[in-house]
Nanobody, 125 residues
């Protein structure tokens, strides 16, 4: 079992930045892909980015490219999502998730076994 807790959400003006954190506990952090997803009201959950915790290789979805960066600190069992140049359409609940490495990279929400509770990000215009 893996427990995930996201922090760092909030209200920010368009063009601003936020850094989300996801602290993991319960199992060996380096044995997982860690992913970030988001879900806006009335929309499906969307893949943002993932990182392979053992070597730091990253994968980005279309919504992340050029503005969002995923990273991790294995000593702290924490994965981060740095979000720059935020837009009102980035408003959503942001979730982190974990998927065992042996299953390979996942970009769909149903491919991840463990989820945090989510953190709200609101971008005002």
């Amino acid at each position: 079992q893996v427990q995930l807790v996201e922090t760092g959400g909030g209200l920010v003006q368009a063009g601003g930045s936020l850094r989300l954190s996801c602290a993991a506990s319960g199992r060996t952090f380096s044995n997982y892909y860690m992913g970030w997803f988001r879900q806006a009201p009335g929309k499906e959950r969307e893949f943002i980015a993932a990182i392979r915790s053992n070597d730091g290789r990253t994968y980005s979805g279309n919504s992340a490219k050029g503005r969002f960066t995923i990273s991790r600190d294995n000593a702290k069992n924490t994965v981060y999502l740095q979000m720059n140049s935020l837009r009102p359409e980035d408003t959503a609940v942001y979730y982190c998730a974990a998927r065992p490495l042996l299953y390979g990279l996942g970009t769909r929400d149903y491919e991840y076994d463990y989820w945090g509770q989510g953190t709200q990000v609101t971008v005002s215009s």
